[in-house]
């Protein structure tokens, strides 16, 4: 046979086994309005950019006339492809091919990608839509699984994980998002649980839905599991593609840093926060107001608001911003926000992108449910995640900052490297009703008129520590700044910093409060 | 930011004009426990009860069974007392979380 003739031989063998699934197996994909694993790819990645490896694995199962079964690519698609450039490793589940099942080979090809990735050090994207284990294969199955969470755990602070719910991810299956960096899901597509609706129903005779139980509104609302929701396929994939571009390729790098622009002239900083603290705005307008291009891409937009977490620019560099949300449950640090911040300082650490903090809050959520939920617990790792991290972490003090929230802000305390606060900022113990009441307790009980005495007593305290100078006689603070050099003083304290170096003690690793 | 239907929130004697979450309206406000009523556990159907109202019963021992998902779970007492008031029937299907049986 001529080299020509085995090339047009390879070109049909390629042909046949990409089909995936078959025709009919297609079109049932496409009317759950999903595209297929092949399409997916494309869709993400640079134009001609990707190359597929492991074609033509197949399965070695021969239990349950399985050997009489050809499973094209054994269900699941890997290779190496560019995001704007750059390089990425990227598995996608098929599900077209017996429901995207994982059996020994389909976990092998996934693993191998993975393996690729760290040699390379590149960020890993992984698109599941599986039925989950391959039955017939057995604990083949299960072992598959957790060789993939190991490699996770490996990698994970070392190369960006990305994980993308686009179809079903049940049981075991879940857990490998649930160790990587970023899941994506999409509404009415992405489905996760460790119990489906049937097991819940037979167990506990409670029904539910699968999208009720685990879709992706679930996910980005309720549970916290999922960092970005979108509506369609192709809205997600830009939203990888835009969280591809804010990070680096992995731990020894800086993310890419592009060309410094100044934000839009229509926020004007000095006038969106109100001046009396019990006034809610959004404080995303004032990143807007601070960041390149007024640009600011907010993670975990639905899931516990009262605290602000995202990436924006500042003179080009990536910079990951967490901010008290007053708008939203008065700004309060509870057992969700915590997590919520906590969890994104690591991964800002682990990757070299400095933190900005924004501080407004009042302290943190009274009440049974969040004593009895482990805010002790939920709280200190945020306490935890700033005091361990090393990379330059700048405070700017907005408004109030009280009690055991200010020190959990990144305050100086936990070895901030730069801490500004702005003319209207009250760093107290508590706020001036709650600390008036306790310190003259005693005056107002005996006072003749005891609400007279309190507000006047309010007043005092207000007038002489609901103010930043207090804390700046100290030295707990830096510097007191106009709202207008915020970004000045930004940009100055993050190319101050860019080669910071800190020591931490030698250790195996810390102990955390997961 | 006029629009937006905001609530007050104390935290530390202060009240904070802010928007309040459904997941934070919807939280499980606490009961003090009362092991004088007994509830269902799971949906299911009173299978047969072995006590009558006004009878005096011993912590552990057995009220009735209710059968849920096939299988015949055995309801005991929850304390030594007198049971006040039987709110069910045998061969009643109920939901989860009824009050079954009252005790003093």
Known sequence: ?514 | MENKDFKMLNIDGTKYKTLIPEKYENRKVWEQPDKRILKSFIPGTILKLFVTEGQKVKEGQRILILEAMKVQNRILAPITGTVKSINVEVGEKIPKNKLLIEFE
């Open chain 1, 1 to 514: 046979m001529s080299l020509k003739r085995k090339t047009l031989e390879l070109l049909k063998r390629r042909e046949q086994v990409q089909q995936g699934g078959g025709e009919q197996a297609i079109k049932k994909q496409a009317a759950m309005g999903k595209m297929t694993a092949r399409e997916r790819i494309l869709a993400l990645l640079d134009k001609d950019s990707f190359h597929e490896y492991d074609l033509f694995v197949e399965h070695e199962a021969r239990d349950f006339d399985m050997d009489k079964k050809i499973l094209h690519g054994d269900g699941v698609i890997i290779g190496t492809g560019t995001i704007f450039g750059a390089p990425v490793c990227i598995y996608a589940q098929d599900f077209t091919v017996a429901g995207g099942s994982l059996g020994l080979m389909h976990a092998r090809k996934i693993t191998k990608i993975m393996d690729h990735a760290m040699k390379l050090k590149v960020p890993i994207i992984g698109i599941n839509d599986s039925g989950g284990a391959r039955i017939q294969e057995g604990v083949n199955s299960l072992a598959g699984y957790g060789e993939i969470f190991y490699r996770n755990t490996l990698a994970s602070g070392v190369i960006p994980q990305i994980s993308v719910i686009l179809g079903p991810c049940a049981g075991g299956a879940v857990y490998s998002p649930a160790l990587t960096d970023f899941v994506f899901v999409v509404d009415n597509i992405s489905k996760m649980f460790i119990t489906g609706p049937e097991v819940i129903k037979t167990v506990l005779g409670e029904e539910i839905s699968m999208e009720d139980l685990g879709g992706a509104r679930v996910h980005s609302e309720i549970t916290g599991n999922a960092h970005f929701f979108a509506m369609s396929e192709l809205e997600c994939f830009e939203q990888i593609k835009k969280l591809i571009s804010y990070i680096p390729w992995n731990n020894l790098r800086k993310a890419k840093a592009f060309k410094s622009k100044e934000p839009k002239k229509t926020l004007k900083i000095g006038e969106i926060i109100p001046s009396d603290p019990k006034q809610p705005y959004d404080v995303r307008d004032v990143i807007k107001s601070i960041v390149d291009d007024s640009d600011f891409f907010e993670i975990m937009e639905n899931w516990a608001g009262n605290v602000v977490i995202g990436f924006g620019r500042i003179a080009g560099d990536t910079i990951g911003f967490v901010a008290n949300q007053p708008l939203v449950l008065a700004g309060v640090l509870d057992v969700d926000s915590s997590d919520k911040a906590a969890r994104f300082i690591r991964y800002c650490n682990a990757f070299n992108i400095p933190l900005v903090t924004l501080v407004d809050l009042p302290g943190y959520l009274p009440g049974v449910d969040q004593e009895h939920a482990g805010v002790i617990r939920h709280g200190a790792k945020m306490l935890y995640a700033y005091s361990e991290a090393t990379v330059p972490k700048i405070t700017v003090i907005l408004r109030k900052a009280y009690g055991g929230g200010y020190i959990a802000m990144n305050s100086r305390h936990l070895h901030a490297d730069f801490v500004f606060a702005w003319p209207g900022a009250e760093i107290a113990v508590m706020g001036p009703e709650g600390a008036a009441n306790i310190i003259f307790r005693k005056e107002i009980l005996e006072a003749e008129d005891p609400e007279k005495m309190r507000k006047q007593k309010v007043k005092e305290y207000k007038e002489k520590f609901a103010n930043p100078y207090v804390a700046a006689a100290k030295g707990y603070i830096d510097s007191v700044i106009e709202p207008e050099e915020t970004r000045k003083l930004l940009i100055h304290a993050i190319q101050l910093s860019s080669e910071k170096v800190e020591d931490r003690p030698k250790k195996k690793h810390g102990i955390p409060p997961f």
